[in-house]
């Protein structure tokens, strides 16, 4: 498992996960990355640096692997001198608000190396339509993300729970996550639900602007802000609630998603395509319109006053979707490749 810069976020959740059951079904897996911004933790699988030095010892490293897994834009062009099978998991779509240099790093390297890819693997059809359109690449399989259903599921302890009835948001602080809207939408809600609460657990680049907006408001009871948490206690995060809501802009595979699924919770979240697929897949939450605070205001309620006929989706489309899974569909692409 290959990454460029490997830090704290989802696709680090994806690789890890995957590894960790890749090496339980006896595949010798080793995340690596140019950069470690954290380390993964301990797991079925090793963990080293790409070696950089120069181009003779970084194929000589790539060679040492059978079939070299890329999760990140900027490591597909390590593709253009290892001998190896070579494939490249897309996470992220070329119009995602992250940034001119990630937008950059992707499209040209994509470009660049696609010829030469002997597999592709996007978490959702949305991004294997995103591939076709952008790219003109066919043939992609489409491996969903996973859930650890060990660790994020239904009966937990209610440790956060700070209101009636409470939302969750989880994720980096982007400006494409639009969390404004959710605080927005919360302070119309309250006036059915004056206890209601909304938990924003992550941190990042719009953190102190909607802190800004949240003290503005007077609404500090009413939304607060958690920060990062360690994976051992963001279970009890979801557990908490009763709704997971988001109004995010550009995603494929939104890990909360599956999380909040695994435990019993419905989502209500913006009508991008990749939620359209994911809540028509699930039948496991509601989607509303896009930008329309009062449609999501109304569709917070409506998920609350009916959260009881979504339990029973949301955990089966999670078990469906178990990291054990996901592990196996990635082994039988790495078998086909073997037989090449």
């Not at 994720?171 to 059915?192: C, D, F, P, R, S």
Request: net charge positive; aromatic share 12%.
């Amino acid at each position: 498992m290959t990454a460029g810069l490997y830090s704290l976020g989802g696709f680090s959740t994806v690789v890890e996960n995957l590894a960790n059951e890749l090496g339980k079904k006896g595949v010798d897996v080793t995340i690596s990355a140019l950069m470690f911004k954290r380390i993964p933790p301990k797991g079925a699988y090793n963990v080293c640096k790409i070696p950089i030095v120069n181009v003779s010892r970084l194929r000589k490293f790539l060679d040492y692997f059978d079939i070299v897994h890329n999760h990140h834009p900027i490591t597909n062009y390590l593709d253009l001198i290892s001998h190896q099978h070579f494939i490249y998991h897309y996470h992220g779509a070329p119009n995602l608000g992250r940034g001119n240099l990630f937008k950059f790093s992707m499209l040209s390297s994509i470009k660049v190396t696609k010829h030469r890819f002997n597999a592709i693997i996007a978490v959702s059809e949305t991004g294997r339509a995103e591939l076709e359109q952008y790219f003109n690449l066919k043939r992609v399989h489409v491996i969903y993300n996973g859930v650890d259903t060990g660790l994020f599921k239904v009966g937990l302890e209610e440790r956060f729970r700070n209101g009636t009835p409470q939302y969750l948001f989880v994720g980096n602080l982007y400006k494409h996550k639009k969390v404004e809207e959710l605080i927005l939408a919360l302070k119309e809600l309250t006036k059915t639900y004056p206890k209601a609460h909304l938990q924003i657990v992550g941190g990042g680049h719009d953190q102190a602007k909607l802190k800004s907006l949240v003290s503005r408001l007077n609404f500090q009871k009413h939304a607060s802000f958690v920060g990062f948490v360690p994976p051992s206690k963001l279970p009890y995060y979801y557990s908490s609630c009763d709704v997971y809501v988001t109004a995010s802009r550009c995603e494929l595979f939104p890990l909360p998603l599956i999380e909040a699924w695994a435990c019993g919770k419905p989502v209500v979240a913006s009508s991008i395509p990749a939620h359209a697929e994911l809540l028509s897949k699930s039948k496991a939450g509601i989607l509303y319109k896009t930008g329309d605070l009062e449609d999501l205001c109304a569709n917070m309620i409506l998920a609350y006053t009916k959260s009881a006929s979504f339990k029973n989706y949301a955990i089966q489309f999670a078990k469906t979707n178990e990291w054990s899974a996901v592990a196996e569909k990635a082994l039988t692409i790495y078998n086909e490749l073997m037989k090449t």
